[in-house]
């Protein structure tokens, strides 16, 4: 079973960066994501990476956000920039498409 733990997450203004971090077992063989659900919305993919590295984002987060991957220590990271009210919401990593279950996730509140 794949453990998903995400931390990185805490407050920050508007204009702000934060850099998450998902330790993910075994996700190096596996294509990652990282999802948000904000408050009363359906969660959403925000960003993925395939086990090759290629890269695809939301359009809202296009150009703000990065995703890598530490393949050795099966860790992946998101890094946000630029960050406004919007992205305001609890966010997730998973396999990509997603597992059934999810981790704990890590909050991320944008306000001034």
């Known amino acids: 079973q794949v453990q998903l733990v995400e931390s990185g997450g805490g407050l920050v203004q508007p204009g702000g960066s934060l850099r998450l971090a998902c330790a993910a077992s075994?996700?190096?063989?596996?294509?990652m994501g990282w999802y948000r659900q904000a408050p009363g919305k359906q969660r959403e993919l925000v960003a993925s990476?395939?086990?090759?590295?290629?890269?695809n984002y939301a359009d809202s987060v296009k150009g703000r956000f990065l995703i890598s991957r530490d393949i050795a220590k099966n860790t992946v990271f998101l890094r946000l920039d630029s960050l406004t009210f919007e992205d305001t919401a609890v966010y997730y990593c998973?396999?990509?498409?997603?597992?059934?279950?999810w981790g704990q996730g890590t909050q991320v509140t944008v306000s001034s």
């Open positions: 990476i395939t086990t090759g590295g290629s890269t």
């Open positions: 998973n396999k990509h498409p997603p597992l059934s279950y």
């Open positions: 075994g996700s190096r063989f596996y294509n």
